[in-house]
């Protein structure tokens, strides 16, 4: 890390937990590789609103937002950009001279993540989750030109998110059936409890070229094993990770991210964990 003085700007991440980030990793060493003088701290809080109180007081000139406090904290901000409100929440502060705008860098990291390894446009695309990140992937895929199916666990939450973006939907129960050629699981199923559970039966897997979970976790999640078992190409949640944070990290400074640098960072020991900054 560069010397610390008196000019060292403050970037960081207010969530709770926020112990488990990987983000201060991959921060402070773009930082360091760019030879900007600032530092990434984590802030575990339950108040947005004191938080951003405290972000105008010290002018802190931009965090990161994870749960549970990405759509709470919009009401703070003195700006907000379209695509955030139209996601329904804020993963990035900028602190320009004490107005705070806020944008959502995470439907960015899920399209870079796909557009590594697929085409998008026109491409049948299953997502399984209909909750907060279901949202920002949902968007960036409808933006790119997919053809999405929504199938969630609870049918309702499918369909109420279908609506907004005009995609198709449907529960799990005949999940086997839904056509499709790029999979992405945005459920909880892989991490904490639900850690070695496949959301989908793995049966399914193979018609799929490419399966992508945002959930992340030390060897990959059971998805992922069962997808590339199957001849599937892979993208684990890492890769939204970073690529969120690579938009963030340009939003911020203007310099372009040091993805090499951000990646070798996120190499060290990883909880499992769904795409959480
Ligand atoms: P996030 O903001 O990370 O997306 P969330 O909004 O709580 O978190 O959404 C969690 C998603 O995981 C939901 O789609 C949820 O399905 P329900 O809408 O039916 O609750 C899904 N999920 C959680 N546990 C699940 C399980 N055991 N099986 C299938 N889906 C599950």
Not at 29 to 55: C, K, Q
Not at 234 to 254: H, K, R, S, V
Not at 258 to 271: F, G, H, I, K, T
Request: glycine share 10%; with cysteine; aromatic share 6%.
């Amino acid at each position: 890390m560069l010397g610390i003085d008196a000019y060292t700007s403050l970037y960081g991440i207010i969530g709770r937990p926020v112990r488990h980030s990987l983000s201060p990793a991959m921060h402070n060493a773009a930082f360091e590789h760019e030879g900007i003088n600032a530092v990434y701290l984590a802030f575990e809080t339950d108040s947005p609103r004191r938080a951003m109180d405290a972000v105008r007081t010290l002018n802190i000139k931009g965090l990161s937002v994870t749960v549970p406090h990405k759509e709470t904290v919009m009401e703070f901000l003195d700006e907000t950009d379209d695509t955030a409100k139209r996601i329904g929440a804020v993963n990035t502060i900028k602190n320009l001279e004490g107005h705070l705008k806020g944008i959502n860098t995470d439907w960015i990291g899920a399209l870079k993540a796909l557009r590594a390894v697929t085409a998008i446009k026109d491409r049948l695309v299953v997502v399984l989750g209909a909750g907060g990140s279901a949202r920002a992937v949902v968007y960036g895929l409808v933006k790119e030109g997919a053809k999405v199916h929504i199938a969630n666990r609870t049918e309702e939450k499918a369909r109420s998110l279908a609506e907004e973006f005009s995609c198709a939907f449907s529960g799990l129960d005949n999940v086997s059936e839904i056509e499709g050629e790029i999979l992405i699981n945005t459920t909880s199923v892989g991490m904490g409890p639900l850690a070695g559970i496949c959301p989908v039966p793995a049966s399914m897997l193979g018609k799929f070229s490419v399966v992508m979970d945002i959930v992340y976790g030390k060897g990959g999640t059971r998805l992922l094993q069962e997808a590339r078992s199957k001849g599937c190409t892979t993208i684990p949640g890492i890769e939204m990770l970073l690529y969120q944070a690579a938009a963030q990290f340009e939003f911020w400074t203007g310099h372009t991210a040091p993805l090499d640098v951000m990646r070798q960072a996120l190499s060290s020991p990883q909880a499992d964990r769904k795409q959480r900054a």
